[in-house]
């Protein structure tokens, strides 16, 4: 009942601030139309108050004598760009595809929760040189640096979102970002995701914060950048069931009343507001990014009938970048029953311990100093930059301390052409001492724009030569058994894409060629093959006018790899929506209809809590029936909400009535999730 009265009064608080406030037009094109500030040049043509409201310049010479209203007082410009990037974007205001605002992409399964461990069903190897813990199976959940959006907005705004589900399921989102001056933004984000999951032991919670500033002098010479991210995963495991064979027989029909292979009868909880665990994982992750340059170049003005707008054009800039970064990851059980571990584990325990404790701890402090140079004056998204970063390393691992370090080179070079025809990308970095030395790797994309007719074409070529993830380190402290893993893996990746937005389609595909794959083939060994394999999967993206107001969008994935790759992934992955959708009564945008996702039976891969790891298996083959859902979306004005009654599949009884993702984990039956979006412009 209180979950109730919190969220009764949260709601009336909000629609009182929705009654106070200007609604907010989120279609891209008329945000597009109202943008003052240059996207290419990095040039600023008008100023803001402390609240981002625009005001004169200071550069005025005088003042008209007939006076306008301000064009934006009634409106928001508001456009971002990620880091690391130079292209301008838009806020999506689109509510057709649920999955650009759920926080897990339609093409990752996870062991049958929301928030417990997740992997892509698509092959998705690790593509990055240098070190890394290698744990990931919650990264879809959390924040990163490389996805921080960077905002410059006329006016302060706000987005808040919850999202309830079944078994006390909880999403909440929140974002606020505002021009404190034309040369000062910063954003504040916060997710919440909370869920006891249908089976026992499998509650998790996980809290994410960012937040980051941008910074440049009124004379535009200098420019910071400072970014804060802190995620924490908390996820119980359970280890799988101890008989998924009695989900066709349910007394209660109720799945909560089936034993698990981890944790202790009796000491579960379905309460949302207990983030304690006693059996499962803990990560803690905590970075820090602050990036400061100076440019040399050249000042110009554009003088209009009343005022004087200063330009600056960077050719040279000496840039550096801090990055700290600190990890903490922990597997606890404060409830071991060796006979289970040996028995479904293979693992075997001192029958005196009373609580298993696995831990890593690793802190990178990293330094990179570059130089990069502007050959167009009018286009900084044409670049060549070259850099050298010294990374210090410390880890402990139970007792255990190391240090160690990195020193390796990196460089790379843009070419977004100001007709917007070419988009060149080309980066790469070679390690030349320390632990990761002769690690390497090159990236080169070509985008081509043929033709507003024929569309974009994209050719690329990627290959990574990196050291094995510290997992697979027998010295770890999570008792591994590292059986030959001592080599570097190379990757080799070319891909190709074809768009052609007039028709909303698009093809690509990917081929990859692997030596020295590193994995894991059961819960504790660690293995490297010496045989090259490759994978090639295609993808086609289409939608399809069926009526006024019918459509139809399909998402196909292919997927082949060669007998011998120690990598099982499905042939074939589908995900369909069949929507009635359009603009109704002025302020209504609808889509309702139904999504039906389905990928064919393959082996999939099962799951060692200790280790956070899905390793290769080859005994257990997936037998499942495409999941259907129900949905209906709708948006007024800066309102949106979405219902959704998912795994519809599962209402047919019978043997078969679950799905698996991986060896004796069962995904959710029937579930149905609300949600509601706002947004505020202050």
Sequence with gaps: MKLFVVVKLVCCLLVAIILQHQSIAQNARSLSKDNSISTEGGTQISNYDSQGRPIGNRGSTGKDSLQKRDQFADSITIYFRYFDSSRNRFLDSSVNDFAKRFTQPYWYINLGNYGTAAKSLLFRPSLKAGWDAGFHQFDVYNFSIEDTRFFQTTRPYTELAYILGSKSEQTINFLHTQNKKSNLNFAFEYRFINSPGSFKNQNNNHNNIRLNLSYQTPNRRYGAFLIWVSNKNVSSENGGLRDAAKLDSLALNNPYELETRLGASGLFSQNPFNTSITTGNQYKTNNILYRHYYDFGKRDSIVTDSTTIQLFYPRLRLQHTFKLNNYDYTFIDNNVVDSNYKKYFGFQLNSTLQKKLFQNKWTIISNEFSVITFPEKNNLSQFLKLGAVVQNITGTQGIMSTRDYNLYFTGEYRNRTRNQIWDIEASGSIYVNGLNAGNYEAF??????????????????????????????????????????????????????????????????????????????SFFNAKQTAQLFNVLHIAAEKKFKLAKHFNWYTEVHLQQTTSNAPVNVPFILTRNRVAFEGNFYTNLFLSTGLEIKYYTNYKADNYSPFTGQFFYQN????????????????????????????????????????????????????????????????
């Design 619 to 682: 005994s257990f083959t997936t037998a499942n029936r495409p999941e259907v859902d129900a949905f209906m979306h709708f948006r007024i004005k800066s309102f949106k909400a979405y219902v959704r009654l998912e795994n519809m599949n599962t209402l047919i009884g019978g043997k078969g009535k679950y799905n698996f993702n991986a060896f004796q984990y069962a995904a959710n039956a029937l579930w149905f999730r609300t949600g509601i979006y706002w947004n505020f412009v202050n």
């Design 444 to 521: 080169v994309s070509l985008k081509r724009l043929l033709s507003k007719q024929i569309g974009f074409l994209e050719l690329g070529f990627q290959n990574v030569n990196k050291a094995p993830s510290f997992i697979y380190n027998s010295n770890n402290n999570f008792l591994v058994v590292n059986n030959g893993v001592n080599k570097n893996e190379n990757t080799i990746r070319l891909f190709a894409a074809y768009e052609n937005p007039k028709k909303d389609f698009k093809l690509s595909g990917e081929y990859y060629l692997v030596n020295n794959f590193t994995y894991f083939d």
